[in-house]
């Protein structure tokens, strides 16, 4: 019998709010396609019933190839893409090198470009699609030490929303999440690039370095306050996806909130005093 489950397309599905996307749409009927972008996770996914192809927002060849296999098993069938994948490089912004900001751009901003810009011909063949991207309190809300993350994803605020503006005229829907602090790995998995790039202890800043960023860093403790799971976001996810008319963008956690609104309210002295003092 043909497979007539909605298909989604989720990047990064190792950990965090990929994984958990792709597990809370699996249970809600939809074919997901949980793409990793490390061999041994796609096992741990193909292990758990997922089809999951390798997919390396910094590699093009992989993004052609997992869409390739996935349009194969489907028939040409593409109802909506989740790009999730995402990294950090922590570190002042006078310390960062200029190849450290085109690697993470790679990957937080223009390998997603590269995988919309391939399936929405997909989309407008068949009549309709979702696009969501996943952004930040940090897209719109700087924070000290976050730079480079900082950078992709204002970038990518702006490169969605005049996406969404452009896509007025088709069947195709263009969807922001913006969470605040969720439970996830990026703590973590930041840290070999911030061993690679950023030369801390050559740094003017070396005794903020070591009294604030590397605590942070490389000590482990509890959730920060007003943390949330990431099924959190997987609920705006399946607002996104299953509601006949979708927000443009859904706020996640309640600093998002609050920063959404003070950003509207505050002279620009006035949130930078705030942002610092968090």
């Known amino acids: 019998m043909p497979d007539d489950r909605p298909v989604v397309l989720i990047t990064g599905c190792s950990s965090g709010i990929g994984l958990d996307g792709a597990r809370t749409l699996a249970r809600r009927g939809w074919r997901v396609f949980a793409a990793c972008r490390k061999p041994e996770d796609c096992a741990r996914r193909v292990a758990e019933g997922f089809d999951s192809p390798q997919l390396d927002y910094t590699d093009p060849h992989s993004i052609e190839t997992a869409l390739a296999q996935l349009l194969a098993a489907t028939g040409g069938r593409l109802d909506a893409v989740f790009n999730n994948g995402a990294h950090a490089t922590p570190g002042a912004v006078e310390d960062l090198p200029t190849e450290a900001l085109r690697a993470i751009f790679e990957a937080n901003l223009f390998g997603w470009h590269d995988l919309t810009r391939r399936v929405?011909?997909?989309?407008?063949?068949?009549?309709?699609?979702?696009?969501?991207?996943?952004?930040?309190?940090?897209?719109?809300?700087?924070?000290?030490?976050?730079?480079?993350?900082?950078?992709?994803?204002?970038?990518?605020?702006?490169?969605?929303?005049?996406?969404?503006?452009?896509?007025?005229?088709?069947?195709?829907?263009?969807?922001?999440?913006?969470?605040?602090?969720?439970?996830?790995?990026?703590?973590?998995?930041?840290?070999?690039?911030?061993?690679?790039?950023?030369?801390?202890?050559?740094?003017?800043?070396?005794?903020?370095?070591?009294?604030?960023?590397?605590?942070?860093?490389?000590?482990?403790?509890?959730?920060?306050?007003?943390?949330?799971?990431?099924?959190?976001?997987?609920?705006?996810?399946?607002?996104?996806?299953?509601?006949?008319?979708?927000?443009?963008?859904?706020?996640?956690?309640?600093?998002?909130?609050?920063?959404?609104?003070?950003?509207?309210?505050?002279?620009?002295?006035?949130?930078?005093?705030?942002?610092?003092?968090?």
């Open 120 to 278: 929405l011909p997909v989309m407008r063949a068949q009549g309709h699609g979702r696009i969501v991207n996943c952004s930040s309190v940090l897209g719109f809300t700087p924070l000290k030490w976050r730079g480079a993350y900082v950078a992709t994803k204002y970038a990518l605020e702006g490169l969605t929303h005049v996406l969404r503006l452009e896509m007025r005229d088709t069947p195709i829907h263009v969807i922001l999440i913006e969470p605040g602090p969720i439970t996830s790995r990026i703590r973590v998995n930041s840290i070999p690039h911030f061993e690679r790039w950023i030369d801390w202890e050559n740094s003017p800043r070396a005794g903020l370095y070591r009294n604030t960023l590397l605590k942070r860093l490389y000590t482990a403790k509890g959730p920060d306050r007003f943390e949330l799971p990431p099924s959190a976001v997987s609920a705006r996810l399946v607002h996104a996806l299953e509601s006949p008319r979708p927000r443009p963008r859904y706020h996640v956690t309640t600093p998002t909130r609050a920063m959404a609104i003070l950003g509207r309210l505050l002279p620009l002295r006035a949130m930078d005093w705030l942002v610092n003092k968090g």
